[in-house]
């Protein structure tokens, strides 16, 4: 599932998780929780978090064809990549 947000909320969102050491994608899932006063039960949050580690499996594999090693590592490691993307940051 894709959503389209303003490029100006985007770069919010990227300085966000990188000030906490996550991904964007868990930021904008915690900000949504707040704000709607909702929680992922323990099967929802189980299931966001292996999507986001088969994402983030999926550009690791995308870096590693283009010979880019290190991002790639860090990917498949769960790091983030230079778009702020993944986790620790």
Avoid: C, N, T
Wanted: glycine share 12%; no cysteine.
């Amino acid at each position: 599932m894709e959503v389209l947000v303003a490029a100006s909320i985007y770069r919010r969102l990227v300085a966000e998780a990188e000030r906490r050491g996550a991904a964007v994608d868990e930021v904008v899932v915690e900000l949504l929780e707040r704000a709607l006063g909702a929680s992922l039960d323990p099967p929802e949050r189980a299931e966001f978090h292996r999507d986001l580690a088969e994402k983030f499996l999926r550009e690791a594999e995308e870096l590693l064809a283009r010979g880019d090693y290190v991002q790639a590592s860090e990917k498949a490691w769960g790091g983030r990549g230079p778009d702020g993307q993944g986790r620790g940051g």
